[in-house]
C-alpha cells in the first residue's frame, strides 16, 4: 500500500536572539495553516546558518522525503528559512516540482501552487540573497575600512615582524634579528646557483637558523609564505607591474607605489593571504616599512617560478644546459636527452622503440645557435607580439562582458516568465560555462610582454650596455628564465633545424 504523504513543517534559526523568531514560534504560525485531518511531519535545524544547504542535515533530510514522494507540501513561516541565496532556491524549487510537492510561506501570504505564488518567490528569493550579502557587507565595513586607511589589516605578524601601532593605526612592526633573517633568505635563494627549497634549508640549517618561536629549521611551506609575502617587499612601480600580470583588483593608484611601504595580498575570506592564485584577490599598500627591495623580490618569484616549471631538470649544469625540459623530437615528440655527452637522444628511440630517428653527430652547440637566432628574433619583435596578445584580451574580455549582461537580463526576466524552471536554469548555466571557459582562456592566455619586461629589469639580467635584451650574452640560469617565458616546446629535426612552439 502506497504511504500517504504528509505535510511538511521547516523551521530554521541561526541563533538565538531576542529579536528573531523561536523555532517553536515558528512550527506554532506553521501548524495554523494545516487542516486537522493532514499529517504533518516536523523538521528543524537549530543554530545552522541559512548561507548554504550544507551542514543543514534536518534540510537534507526533508528533500530526501520530498524525492521519495512522502510530503504533498513544504510549509516554513518565512522563505530564507528555506533557502537564503538563488542558486540554493532554484535547486529546492526544481526538487519540489519535480516530485509534486507545494510550497507555503506563511508570513509572506503565498503558495507555489498559484501562478502569483510561483512569480513571488522568484522575487523575495532575490531579496533573500540581497539581505544577506547586505550582512555579509556590515561585517567587511571595518576591515575594508583598515585595508583603505592603509593599516596592517589583520592577522598574526608574518616572520619578521611583530604586530603593533604606529600613530594609532595597527601595523608591522620589524624585529630586527628575524629582519636579517628574512634579508639572508631573500639573497641565498635570488644569488646562490642551482638553488632549491631543500638546497635553501640545508644552508639555513648550516647557520644554525631556526624558523619562528622553534628550535626546529624552516619548512619548506614556511619559506615558500616568507619568499612569495609582498608584505616584505619595496611597492614601487616595479612591484606593481608585476602584479598587473594577475587578474588582482589594485585598491591604491599607481601614482602612490612610490616604494615607500610594502604590500599585503588580501581575499575573499578577509584575511590577509599570500596565495599562488590571484584571482578575486586585491592588493593594498600597508604602512608596513619594507625589508626587501622590490628588483631582489621579483627575481625571487622568476627563480621560484622556474622550479616549479621545469622541476628536476631545473639546474643549469644538466647537459642539455638551458633547454633541459624543454628539446623534444619532432618526429614522434618524446624527451631528448644527452645520455651519453656529446650524443643527443631521442627517448622514443632509446627507451620506447617507437622512433627511428638518429641525432648522432649533431652537436648541442648548433641546436642552442639555432634556438638563439629564433629567440632573439622575438625578442626583437617584441612589441608587435604584445599588441596582438593586448588585442586578444580585449575580445575575450568584451565577450565576458556581453555574457555576463545575457545572464544578468535572464536572471531579471526569470522573475516573471512563463518558462520552467529547468529551461531558465540550462540557459543560465549554458551561459555562465561559456563565461568559465573564456576566464580561463584569458588566464592561460599570458601576458609574455609583461614577464620580459620585468626580467629585462632585473639587474641581473639586463644588458647595461644597450637597450636590447642580449639573448647570447646571458649566463646559462638566465637564458633558462627568458625561455620559460616565451616558449612552450622547442621540436628537433635531425639536421639541427628546430621548430618552437611559442606561448601564447
Known amino acids: 500500500m502506497k504511504e500517504k504523504r504528509v505535510v511538511a513543517i521547516y523551521a530554521r534559526q541561526s541563533v538565538d536572539k531576542k529579536d528573531s523568531v523561536s523555532i517553536e514560534s515558528q512550527i506554532d504560525d506553521c501548524k495554523r495553516t494545516v487542516s486537522v485531518n493532514e499529517d504533518v511531519r516536523v523538521y528543524t535545524d537549530r543554530g545552522k546558518s541559512g548561507k548554504s544547504i550544507v551542514g543543514r542535515d534536518e534540510l537534507n533530510k526533508l528533500i530526501k522525503d520530498i524525492e521519495g514522494n512522502l510530503i504533498s507540501r513544504v510549509v516554513v513561516y518565512k522563505l530564507d528559512r528555506f533557502a537564503r541565496n538563488i542558486s540554493d532556491f532554484y535547486h529546492l524549487q526544481k526538487i519540489l516540482e519535480e516530485h509534486d510537492c507545494s510550497f507555503v510561506s506563511v508570513t509572506q501570504g503565498f503558495d507555489t501552487s498559484t501562478t502569483m505564488g510561483r512569480a513571488m518567490m522568484g522575487i523575495l528569493a532575490v531579496f533573500a540573497q540581497m539581505e544577506r550579502e547586505n550582512i555579509s557587507a556590515r561585517i567587511k565595513d571595518n576591515y575594508d575600512y583598515r585595508v583603505k586607511d592603509r593599516r596592517w589589516a589583520s592577522g598574526k605578524a608574518p616572520f619578521g615582524f611583530q604586530n603593533g601601532k604606529i600613530d594609532g593605526k595597527t601595523t608591522l612592526i620589524p624585529k630586527p634579528d628575524e629582519a636579517e633573517v628574512v634579508k639572508l633568505i631573500f639573497k641565498l635563494y635570488s644569488t646562490e646557483s642551482n638553488i632549491s627549497l631543500g638546497k635553501l634549508q640545508d644552508k639555513l640549517n648550516e647557520r644554525g637558523i631556526t624558523g619562528h618561536q622553534s628550535d626546529r629549521g624552516f619548512s ?201 524552471v529547468d529551461v531558465l536554469a540550462k540557459e543560465i548555466d549554458d551561459i555562465q560555462s561559456k563565461i568559465d571557459e573564456l576566464q580561463l582562456k584569458l588566464k592561460l592566455n599570458i601576458n609574455t610582454h609583461d614577464v620580459v619586461e620585468i626580467r629585462l629589469k632585473l639587474k641581473s639580467i639586463y644588458d647595461i650596455q644597450g637597450e636590447t635584451l642580449n639573448y647570447r650574452g646571458l649566463r646559462t640560469e638566465y637564458k633558462q628564465t627568458v625561455l620559460r617565458a616565451l616558449v612552450d616546446k622547442i621540436y628537433l629535426h635531425k639536421n639541427g633545424e628546430v621548430d618552437i612552439v611559442w606561448k601564447e
Open 220 to 420: 619548506r611551506t614556511t619559506l615558500t609564505r616568507i619568499l612569495k609575502n609582498p608584505v616584505y617587499a619595496q611597492a614601487n612601480g616595479l612591484l606593481h607591474k608585476y602584479y598587473e600580470r594577475f587578474h588582482i583588483q589594485f585598491v591604491n593608484d599607481k601614482e602612490e607605489w612610490n616604494g615607500e611601504t610594502s604590500a599585503a595580498i588580501v581575499g575573499k575570506n578577509n584575511r590577509t593571504i599570500n596565495a599562488d592564485e590571484k584571482d578575486d584577490m586585491k592588493i593594498y599598500l600597508t604602512n608596513v616599512t619594507p625589508i626587501i627591495d622590490a628588483e631582489t623580490f621579483l627575481l625571487v618569484q622568476d627563480r621560484m617560478s622556474e622550479n616549479s616549471a621545469i622541476a628536476s631538470d631545473n639546474s643549469p649544469n644538466t647537459n642539455l644546459q638551458e633547454l633541459a625540459g624543454l628539446l623534444k623530437c619532432a618526429d614522434c615528440k618524446m624527451a631528448i636527452k644527452m645520455q651519453t655527452k656529446p650524443t643527443l637522444t631521442c627517448t622514443g628511440r632509446s627507451q620506447k622503440k617507437i622512433c627511428n630517428v638518429s641525432f648522432k653527430g649533431l652537436q648541442l652547440e648548433t641546436v642552442q645557435e639555432n634556438v638563439a637566432q629564433a629567440v632573439q628574433e622575438r625578442i626583437d619583435n617584441f612589441d608587435k607580439f604584445a599588441r596582438e596578445q593586448g588585442r586578444k584580451k580585449v575580445v575575450i574580455r568584451h565577450e565576458i562582458e556581453e555574457l555576463q549582461g545575457q545572464m544578468e537580463r535572464l536572471i531579471e526576466i526569470s522573475k516573471f516568465s512563463t518558462k520552467s
